[in-house]
């Protein structure tokens, strides 16, 4: 961009990337945010946003620009400091904060949010990732989701771009009106995503955990856990009665205001600093982590000593690094039921682990099986390495998150080649060695055990796919297939299954689309990785440059930045449809999308486009995901040449039963009425099998022998 040097990237969100610049004209630091080329809709909202509001509550707005390349872009000041949540995952010990250090950090976030609201905006996307803890400064950032309320009877809002029944935000952190509609908040939901945060300050985890439609449902629902089962410190009741009112489900029953709460807030620590106990001594750890908290004042409080069991989020891991031109989830959908965790991927690099092993000697014998399942699948210039280390374990939007060096730094452990003797498929560290001896494949029995078959049952919507593409082959056009079916119930590794027989299959190309959820973004939600998956580009691609990949190999070429927003969504989708055909006309193609239920609209316009003609281009797209699809398309399909829609159920009780008896090896003798309990208990669904049996052995080494054995005891 003229008269900027730019420098690193700062970070990315759902509608665009902010980079740190130098102004050349006076040498100012500055940060640029460019937009995503779908998101150019909301940028007057984060101009109007940043103008109202103004320091020292966001970054103050010098203007904005636009890119050679015609990207839209706004300068803002440049604010230095850690994130919130990075300050978090920093935290020693369970990552939580004791309340009389989190209090004043919760009321410079009011005091905060108190400046927003006064400047008639509502922030809509709450949370630790857009918070930033300057030198005494607390500034909140990505107004990108922002709503515009008027200031007075002659101002009102420009136009609405959220669409009626759109969920906008991060679902740990939206309130429950927000889990509902987008368009039907006000300030109150500023409030709730507040009080979410305040209880992760304290608790080292948002109240609700999970995926995303089940945290949806719990915060219309579900009462939040209370602060003293959670939090590793002592919480005072009028603390948590606080953080309680904030996540009242009713929005008249929350804080009036966040001016109100500001108050409430000040009462609180003047009410500590009135205690007769002695101050605590302070650490230079202490110094330093409190010069990042803007106005705290000096802390008394009773002994803050952690509890016991405080340091169980640090604790040694077993570590399964694959170096392999293999896609890092086609490796992890054939480690299904090891209890493996893909915790890093790098171009080139999976790193896979085993938290929830009862110890680390038997992390290691499951990561050194897991590389056994990996080899007969593996390219032979393939690498693997098993390690183990103490790793940081935080709980965060209902998943582990590792940390630490051997996570982030795998490259420090590797072991600096393979072994010479070509027998030996799997190099180990030393710190392995250690725990499992010179001869780890030992530790394995001779004759290993099958490997439980997931697809038990499965037969008929295996034909029903094979029958779609030989439709598509015979009479040379696209077919849309609709697979609907909730958590659990194996639609992920069906797909998976299918596209690993396609791919050994001679004249067929086959495509596997992961749509990731980001309920906050409007231009990334699996258009991202359709682009990138058909383009064949790197999974890390920006979306801003899929797109002009995309839209410069189209016949005949568009320069996005020449057509008018409005007519983006349908130029988008007719690009990749176009692009489906062409693949398709000189090879068969397969298009399998995952999780199609979080596809955004211009990535199922797109697919439907592709389906609704395109002679000469047999085509098939199955679309495989959760029954709120539906809700996003209730006539899907119903233009398609050739359509036709499953839903996959419950394994039926006999599959069941097999599939626990699999997965309960080596225990050979399982009463009928263990194995009828059990079914019942998991309705069918293999996810939930595998993660009971999990569970059970995570107890102890024989506990589904034991756990066989006690229920044989009860059903007498």
Known sequence: MAGYVLGAPLGRGGFGRVFAARREVDGLDVALKVLEPLAGERLGRELEALRRIGPPAVPQLLGEASTRAGERVIIMERIDGPTLARRLAGLPGAGALPWTEGVPLMRALAEALARVHAAGVVHRDLKPENVVLAEGRLVLLDFGLARLTARADREAPAPGVTRTGQRLGTHEYMAPEQCRDARSIDARADLYGLGVMFFELLCARPPFLGEASAVLQAHVSRRP???????????????????????????????????????????????????????RPVSAADDARRSTVPAARPDRAPSTAPPPGANRATQEVALLGVKSSRAAPSLQAHLAGCGAMLTRVE??????????????????????????????????????ALHCAPVRIRERAGRLTLGGNAVERPERWWPASASANTAEFLALTASARAHLGDAPASTAPASAPTPPDLLLGRD???????????????????????????????????????????AATPGIAVRFVEALPDEGSASESGLRGLINTLLELPAHTPSDEALRRLLTDACPSVDVTTVHPAARRQLVARAIASHLWRMAASQPLVLLVDDAHTLDPTALDALELATLSGDGAPLCVVLAGRHRLLGLRPYLGERARDF???????????DARELLRQLLRPVDLIAEGVLRELVERCGGSPLRMQETVRASAARAPSAPARTAAATSRRTR
Do not use: N
């Open 644 to 654: 036709d829609q499953r839903e996959l159920a419950p394994l039926e009780e006999q």
């Open 225 to 279: 856990p209370a602060l003293r089962t959670l939090a590793p410190w002592p919480v005072p009741e009028v603390v948590e009665v606080l953080i309680q009112r904030l996540l009242a489900k009713a929005p008249e029953d929350r804080v009036r205001s966040a001016q109100a709460l500001v108050d409430e807030l000040r009462g609180i620590q003047d009410a500590s600093l009135d205690t007769d106990a002695p101050p």
């Open 347 to 384: 171009p080139g690099l999976a790193l896979f682990a085993f938290p929830h092993a009862p110890s680390v000697e038997a992390g290691l014998r499951t990561a050194h099986r897991a590389a056994e399942l990996l080899k007969d699948v593996l390219p032979s210039d393939a690498a693997m």
């Open 460 to 502: 008929t919507e295996r034909s029903w796919l094979y029958e779609a593409l030989t439709r598509a082959q015979t009479q040379r056009s696209p077919v849309l297939r609709g697979l609907l079916a909730e958590e659990g119930l194996g639609k992920t590794c069906l797909l998976t299954a299918w596209r690993s027989e396609l």
